[in-house]
C-alpha cells in the first residue's frame, strides 16, 4: 500500500478518476477552476481538466444547482460544489423541489444524474452559519441518496458510486476531517451507497456513527476498552438508502445502542435510526436508546463554547457507561 | 439520461400560408382543450388546481415554430400550451389533469408540471423562477456536447422578481450559453398587477442590460411575430452569440387558476385584449393572405373534433394503479430508502 | 357560544385581534392586501387596517423574510406570509440561517418577534411541489419555535401567542384544514406554545397527531373504541417547545405509543418523538413504537396515488391493532 | 427589540479639517486593529477566519460620517472596520475574535458576525447576500415608524450576483425605502476577478437602472468623497425619495481570508493600489488643508496606543464560561426546547 493520503487529497482524487472515465462527468462551483477550492478539494482538476470541464461560477448558488440539474437532464453528470453546506439554504429548492421530484414527478421521464458535493460540519472555528451538519436537511427529502464518508478510502469510492449514479446524490465532505489522513483507495475502487460499515467490532454496546463522529466514536470505544467494555462502531457512510440491516443486526447481538450525531437532536438524523430500532429493533433492546448530538443552538464560535453544545468523547463515554451499567 | 439525436440545423423559415394555417389549428386546439379543462374543472373532473394560457396560445405556438425538435423547452405551472406545442396530444394532457394513469406524467404530476421530453419539453414547474436556471443547464449542456441546441424558459412578468431570474441571466450571460429567456408578460402577479410590484416598465426586457444581454419587446398575440423573433434569438443563440431576453406582451383569458373571476381586471382592459385574441389576429392574417374562411373553419372544426375525442379518450381512461406511486423514484425502478 | 367559524377564518380573525392589540403588527406577503391572500387567509385585514399594514409584495420570498426581520430587530413585529411551505426551500437562508441564529450570535443583542406563516401539508391535489407538510424541516433548526394548530380556536390562541413571542416563530396552517370548523376563539384567548393537548383520553395506547393528522388520529381512536380499544389522542399543537412531558404521562398509562405523521418518516419529526420516547420513556414501554407516517416519494398529485402514499385511518388503525395486540 | 430613540436630523456637514482628522485616526486605529489581528491569527490567539478589511477603511469611516446614530448598519463577513466605525471599541472587536468572554457577541460571533447594536451596526453577516433584505426591513421600519432614520446595506461586488441583491433592491425601490446599498467593489470575489463572473463592468451601479434607482460610481479610497456620496444618498432617503445604489472602488490589502497570500493578483495591479492607499488619500488632503505633519504624527500614534491596550486588553480577557453557551438563545433567557 502506498502512503496515506489526506482527506482533502481523497476529494479531488475521487472527482479525477470519474472525469478520467466518463467524459459527461463536469464540474462547476465558485473558486473551483485554478484556485483548486477554497479547501483545496478540487486541487488539481482545472490542471488536468481544463476550462471545458472545470467552471467557476458567480456567487449564485441557486444557478450552479439549478444548472447542473438542467445539464444533468439532458446527457451531463455535474458534481456541483456548493462551498459550505450551510449555503445549501441558499439553494434549498433545488435541492428539496426540483432535483429529486423531477423524475418522479414526471413519471419518469428524466433522470438527474448528478453530485452535489459541499464541505459540511464544525470544529474549525467558523462560527454559526458556517459549521452546520446539514446531513438531516437532506435526509427529510425523498429523492436525493446521502453520502458521508469519514475515511479518505471511502471518499474515493463512494465519489464513484456518487457520479456514477443515475440518482442525484449529496456528498457531504466533513471540514473536519479534510487534514485527517488514511490509506489510499485501491484503483477501481466503489463503495456502494447504502452500505454501513462496522469500524470496530464489540459484543457489548453499538455506537451508530457517522463522518466526523466515527472518530468520536472509536475514541469512546477506546476508553471503554480499557473498563472491559466491548463497543461495537459502525460507520453508517451513507443516509439514503440507510443500512439500517447492519444496525440491526449489531443490537440483537449488543442489546444497547448509542447514536451519535453532529446535528442538534431534534430534527436530527438520529430519531430516524432510534425510531426504527424502537420498532423494528424493539425486542433486542435491554436499555434506552441514547442519542448523543450537539444542543438545539446555533453553533458558538468559541471553542469552549462549541465543546459545551456539540458531541464529544467525553459525552460518548458517558452515554455508553449509563447504557452498559442499565 | 435524457439525450435526444435530433440535428438542429439554421433557423426557422419565414412562415408561409400553410404554416401559419397549422400553427392557427394549434392554437385553436390549444384554446379548445384549455376551455375542456376549465369545464372538466368544474364539473369536478379534474381535481387540485389549473392555470390556463387562454390567451397566451401565440407565444407557445409561436415560439415551438421556431424551434428545433431537439432543443429544450421549460415552462411553468402555466404550460399546456407549451405542451401541447411541443407536440404532446391534448388526450394525454386531459388525462394526466384528470388522475388518469395515461397522463403525460402517469397522473404524478398533474396540470402544474406536464411534461413531454421526447419531444423536448423538459416539463413545467410550479415554483416560480425555479426553471430559469434549469434552461439555463440545459444551454450549457448543448455548448458542452457542442450540439447546435439551444434551451428557452418561458416564464411570467411576476418571475422577474426572484432571485433565480437574476442568477440564471447572469451565469447565462457570461459562459455565453444558448438560452432564450422568454417572457410571458400577461400583466398581471396572480391578482395584484406587475406595475405594482415591479419598478421598470418592461419587468424582463428592461432587465436585460443588467446582464449585458439584447432584448426584444414583442406581441405575444401575434404568433408570426413571435416565431420571428424566437427564429432571431435561436440564431443568434445557435451562433454562438448567446442569450437573448424576449418580452412578449398578452393577457390571459381566465383568471389566474381555478376559479378565480379575475374581478380585480378592470372590464376596458379585459375587452381590448380579448379584441387582440392571438386566434383573432392569426385568422385575419391568414385572411389578408387569402386563405378562404372555409379553410379556417375547416381547421377549426379539426381542433374541435380532436380535443372532443381528447376528452371522451381521457374520460374513458382507467386511473392508476396505486401501486405506481412507488415507480418512478429511484432509477432502478426500486423505491426503497432503507434495509 | 356563537356560532362555528372556520380554520380559515380564524387565521384572519387572529390576526386581527394582535393587530387592534398592537400596533406594531404588520403584515406582508404576495397577494394578501385587497385581494385576502389566495387561501383568503388575510381576509378582511387590508380594509380593516390598510397599506400602511397590510402589505402586498412581489413574488420575493428571500426579500419578504429578509425584510421581516430587519423590521423585526428595529422595532416592528411583522407577520410574513409565505404562500405555500414549499416555497420555504425558496428563503431557506432566512429560516435556517438568519432569522434563527442572529440573537444568539450576537451574544443576545438583538431579538427577532416575529411570525412566519404558510399554509401548510397536502390533501388538496396540488401536486409535489405544493402540498408538503415541512414541519420537520423547521425543527431542524435551533432558534425557531413552531406552531401547528388543529382547531380554529388553537389557531386564534395560538397566533396570539406568536404574534406576542419575542422569538420568531413558524406558523403552520394547514390548507386541508381551512374549510373545517370549530368553536370560536374567545376574546383574548392564548394558547401558549409548547402546550400539547389531550384531545381524547384513552387508556390502552397513546397516538400522538399534530395538525391534519389530529382529525385522522381521532377517526382511528373512534374506529377502534368499537372494539374496544380506548386510544388517547395528543394533539401537539407546537413542536418547538415541544410538550414530552404530556407524551410522556400518557405513555407511562398506555405503555404503546402511535405516532401519526405527514411527513415521510426519514427525518420526520415523529423520529424526534420516538427516540426520547425510546430513552426517557423506555420502561413505560410494552411494544414496539409505531410511526405512521408518508411515504419516502414526492407526494403524487393524483387522489389514489396520494392516499397510497400519505397517513389514512385505515393505516393507523393497522398500527393500534398491531401494538394493542403485541 | 431593537429600537433606539435618538433622532436623526438633515444631512452630514461638509467634512472639516478637523473633522477629516478625526476620520483619518479612525482609519488608522481600523488599519491597525486589522493588522492586530492579521497577527493575532497567525500566532495562534485568534482561530476560525478572518476577512480583514485593511483598504477598505475609507468606506467604512466615510459612510459612518455621514450617517446618524439613529441610522442602522448591515455588514458582511469582512465587517470589522464598519462594526469600528459606527463605534465598536477596536478591544471588544478584538476580544470577539480571541473568543473572549468580553468580546462583541461574548465570543458567539466571532470576526464573521461583529455587532453592535446599540451603536445602530446591526450585524455581520456570513452568507453572502442575505443582508441586503434585511436592511430593506430595517428601513421598511423606519418608514413604518416615520423615524426618519435610513438603513445601510455594505456589501461586496460578488454579492451582486446573488438573488437576494435583486429581491432586496426591488422590494427598496417600489415600496421607495430609506436604503443605501453601498458595494465595496474590490475586484474580486474571493479568488475570482469580478469580471470573470459577471457581465457588467460595475456590477453594483450597472445594475440600479433594472429597479429603477438612482446609482453614484465613488472613489472608494477617498473618505471625503465616500462621505460626500453617503450624505447626499441619507438625504434623498430621509427625504422620501427611495433608495441609492453606491458602488465603491477600493481594494483589500491582505488576502481574501485567514492566510491567503492572493497570489492571483497581479503585481502592478497591488502596487497600484497601494499607491492609493486610503490612508495616504488622507494624508494628503490633509496635508494640502495644512494639517502640520505633527498633528498626523500625534493622530496616528494616539491610534497605535488604542490598538496596542486593545490587544493587551482583550489578551488579559477570561474566556467565556461553557455555560454561556446556553444563553441568548430564547428571549426569555431559556435555552430549553422541550419538557
Ligand atoms: C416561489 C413562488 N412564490 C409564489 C408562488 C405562487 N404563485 C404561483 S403563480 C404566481 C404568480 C406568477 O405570476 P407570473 O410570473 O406573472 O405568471 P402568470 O401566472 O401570470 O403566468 C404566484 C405568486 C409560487 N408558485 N412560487
Ligand atoms: C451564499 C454564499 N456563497 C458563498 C460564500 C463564500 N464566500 C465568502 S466571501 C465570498 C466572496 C465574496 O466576494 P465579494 O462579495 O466581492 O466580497 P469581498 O470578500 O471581496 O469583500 C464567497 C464566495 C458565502 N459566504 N455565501
Ligand atoms: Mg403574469
Ligand atoms: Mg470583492
Known amino acids: ?326 | 439520461m435524457t439525450v435526444r439525436e435530433e440535428e438542429n440545423a439554421g433557423t426557422a423559415p419565414a412562415i408561409g400560408r400553410d404554416e401559419l394555417l397549422t400553427l392557427y389549428e394549434q392554437m385553436e386546439v390549444i384554446r379548445r382543450t384549455e376551455k375542456a379543462a376549465h369545464d372538466l374543472f368544474l364539473s369536478g373532473l379534474v381535481k387540485g388546481t389549473t392555470h390556463l394560457a387562454a390567451g397566451h396560445e401565440a407565444v407557445a405556438v409561436g415560439a415551438s415554430a421556431a424551434l428545433q425538435p431537439g432543443d429544450y423547452v421549460f415552462a411553468t405551472y402555466r404550460g399546456h400550451h407549451h405542451a401541447i406545442a411541443r407536440g404532446a396530444a391534448p388526450a394525454e394532457c386531459l388525462a394526466e389533469l384528470m388522475s388518469k394513469g395515461t397522463g403525460l406524467c402517469k397522473a404524478k404530476g398533474g396540470s402544474m408540471h406536464l411534461t413531454k421530453a421526447s419531444a423536448g419539453m423538459l416539463g413545467s414547474y410550479a415554483i416560480v423562477g425555479a426553471h430559469l436556471p434549469m434552461a439555463v443547464g440545459a444551454a450549457w449542456s448543448a455548448k458542452l456536447r457542442d450540439s447546435g441546441e439551444v434551451a428557452v424558459a418561458f416564464f411570467g412578468d411576476g418571475a422577474t422578481n426572484i432571485g433565480a431570474f437574476h442568477e440564471a441571466l447572469n451565469l447565462a450571460a457570461i459562459w455565453s450559453l444558448p438560452v432564450l429567456f422568454v417572457c410571458e408578460n400577461n400583466l398581471y402577479m396572480e391578482y395584484t398587477p406587475i406595475g405594482a410590484v415591479t419598478p421598470v416598465g418592461r419587468p424582463a426586457a428592461d432587465r436585460a442590460p443588467a446582464y449585458g444581454l439584447p432584448a426584444e419587446v414583442v406581441d405575444g398575440n401575434d404568433v408570426v411575430l413571435v416565431a420571428e423573433a424566437v427564429a432571431r434569438a435561436a440564431a443568434r443563440a445557435r451562433a454562438g452569440a448567446g442569450p437573448t431576453v424576449l418580452e412578449t406582451l398578452t393577457y390571459r383569458h381566465f383568471g389566474h387558476s381555478r376559479t378565480d373571476p379575475a374581478k380585480y381586471r378592470p372590464a376596458e382592459e379585459l375587452q381590448q385584449w380579448l379584441q387582440r385574441d392571438p386566434l383573432n389576429l392569426a385568422r385575419q392574417r391568414l385572411t389578408s393572405a387569402g386563405v378562404p374562411e372555409a379553410a379556417l373553419t375547416a381547421a377549426a372544426d379539426r381542433a374541435a373534433a380532436v380535443v372532443a375525442a381528447a376528452v371522451e379518450e381521457a374520460k374513458a381512461a382507467p386511473p392508476p394503479d396505486p401501486e405506481d406511486a412507488f415507480t418512478d423514484m429511484w432509477a432502478d425502478g426500486g423505491s426503497a430508502w432503507r434495509t
Chains 1, 3 share one sequence.
Open chain 1, 1 to 326: 500500500m502506498a502512503d496515506l493520503i489526506t482527506y482533502r487529497e481523497a476529494v479531488a482524487e475521487g472527482i479525477a478518476r470519474e472525469m478520467r472515465r466518463d467524459p459527461a462527468v463536469v464540474c462547476l462551483g465558485e473558486d473551483i477552476g485554478a484556485a483548486g477550492g477554497v479547501f483545496k478539494t478540487a486541487a488539481g482538476l482545472f490542471a488536468e481538466f481544463g476550462p471545458e470541464r472545470v467552471w467557476d461560477t458567480p456567487i449564485s448558488e441557486q444557478a450552479i444547482l439549478g444548472a447542473a440539474m438542467g445539464a444533468a437532464m439532458t446527457g451531463m453528470r455535474p458534481v456541483a460544489e456548493i462551498m459550505f453546506s450551510d449555503f445549501f439554504a441558499c439553494c434549498w429548492d433545488y435541492l428539496a423541489n426540483e432535483i429529486p421530484k423531477v423524475r418522479y414527478m414526471t413519471g419518469g421521464q428524466v433522470t438527474v444524474p448528478l453530485v452535489v458535493r459541499t464541505a459540511n460540519g464544525g470544529g474549525l472555528g467558523f462560527g454559526a452559519q458556517h459549521s452546520q451538519a446539514v446531513e438531516n436537511w437532506a435526509l427529510a427529502i425523498p429523492g436525493l441518496k446521502i453520502a458521508a464518508p469519514a475515511t479518505p478510502a471511502d471518499v474515493v469510492g463512494m465519489m464513484a458510486a456518487a457520479i456514477r449514479s443515475d440518482d442525484p446524490v449529496v456528498f457531504f465532505e466533513h471540514k473536519g476531517l479534510f487534514a485527517s489522513k488514511g490509506a489510499p483507495a485501491p484503483e477501481g475502487h466503489v463503495v456502494p451507497l447504502g452500505q454501513a460499515a462496522v469500524a470496530r467490532e464489540g459484543s457489548d454496546i453499538t455506537l451508530v456513527a457517522l463522518a466526523a463522529t466515527v472518530p468520536l466514536a472509536m475514541a469512546a470505544a477506546e476508553q471503554v476498552a480499557a473498563d472491559g467494555i466491548s463497543a461495537e462502531v459502525i460507520d453508517l457512510r451513507s443516509l439514503i438508502p440507510l443500512d439500517m440491516a447492519t444496525v440491526l443486526g449489531s443490537i440483537a447481538r449488543t442489546s444497547r445502542l448509542v447514536i451519535v450525531e453532529e446535528n442538534p437532536y431534534q430534527g436530527g438524523w438520529g430519531g430516524t435510526v432510534a425510531s426504527i430500532v424502537a420498532d423494528d429493533g424493539f425486542e433486542s433492546l435491554d436499555a434506552p436508546v441514547q442519542r448523543v448530538t450537539a444542543a438545539c443552538v446555533p453553533l458558538p464560535f468559541a471553542d469552549v463554547l462549541e465543546q459545551a453544545v456539540i458531541p464529544t468523547t467525553d459525552k460518548v463515554v458517558a452515554a455508553i457507561r449509563r447504557l452498559t451499567s442499565y
